[in-house]
């Protein structure tokens, strides 16, 4: 309730280590030793020693808002179309980002993180989705073609849609760059003159989109961390789990060396160590166009989920 429309991922407690915690030292304002004694108990059954780990953490709370039709009598239950099945996968990248994340301190947990590297683990789970071995752990019976042929759901439109994205980055990158402090600014006339100059569809005249992209706020100058990740999501996928999606010991890798750290360690080295490729460390401009040049692979991680 009070939640914008559309599907999202809420953290309504993060990870965070707790031992360290010093609640005498940190004072209890006079009248409330009762309230903080009842908070105690209650935190107190939400911490958790992890084996082989250091420290005692706090158990996350992840929630999801997807949104998908309510199952009834005359209906009967909630069957998924395609679309909202992809939905579900890559909110719940983000979900185990955060619920699997072991950091010092509650601000740089889980999805707490870069904003352009926030969308890798969520993109990679739609590729996880597009994986025959994992369609198939929902199919217990073996019945369903599934199995064998995997998802042929191909969006014909997919580059269009791809260069769309491409269109929205640059407009948000105009709109965070000095030009708007000119008194001649116009944001419906940079966007007509991108449009017109760089796309497939020219501007409708009378109309103005970017007050309904929303991103421009909650991303802003960094809308293209989405082309940006599927980039690196792609390669992720090819070079370490597409021969062997459901093996533990790459996921235990991809948890040990990315998931737990969250936003506490620089997503440049995770992304390098992850993929073997040194050369990524100092994430600087040679590093970004190493990126550029491994293009998009595919069509996974396509607009309509944040």
Known sequence: KGKPSGAAHYTV???????HDDEAG??????????????????????????????VYQLPVVVLVCEFRPPSVTRGPTLL????????????GHAMHSMIGRTEY??????????????????????????????????????SAVRQTGNHHADPC??????????????????????????SFDSTAELANLHNT???????????????????????????SYLFDRAIASRVWQKVFSEDPLNRATGEKYKDEVLRYGGGRDPWKMVSTLLSAPELEGGDAEAMREVGRWKIEDDVGLPGRH
């Open 81 to 92: 179309d395609w679309h909202e099945v992809t939905t579900l996968f890559h909110e719940m």
């Open 158 to 183: 997919s580059s269009i849609d791809t260069y769309s994205q491409i269109l929205l980055a640059a407009i948000d990158q105009t709109y965070h760059s000095p030009v708007v402090h000119s008194q």
């Open 106 to 143: 509650h601000n740089v947990s889980g999805t707490r993180c870069a904003t352009d590297f926030v969308e890798l683990p969520s993109i990679l789970m739609e590729h996880f989705l597009n994986s025959t071995s994992v369609l198939s752990l929902f199919d217990a019976n073996g019945t």
């Open 13 to 19: 407690r993060c990870s965070r280590r707790t031992d």
């Open 198 to 224: 760089r796309g497939l569809i020219p501007h409708v005249p009378g109309t103005s989109f970017q007050t309904q992209f929303g991103h421009l706020f909650g991303y802003g100058a960094l809308y293209y």
């Open 26 to 55: 940190d004072g209890i304002a006079e009248g409330q030793e009762l309230r903080i004694l009842e908070s105690q108990h209650f935190e107190a059954v939400k911490r958790h020693r992890t084996p082989g780990q250091d420290g």
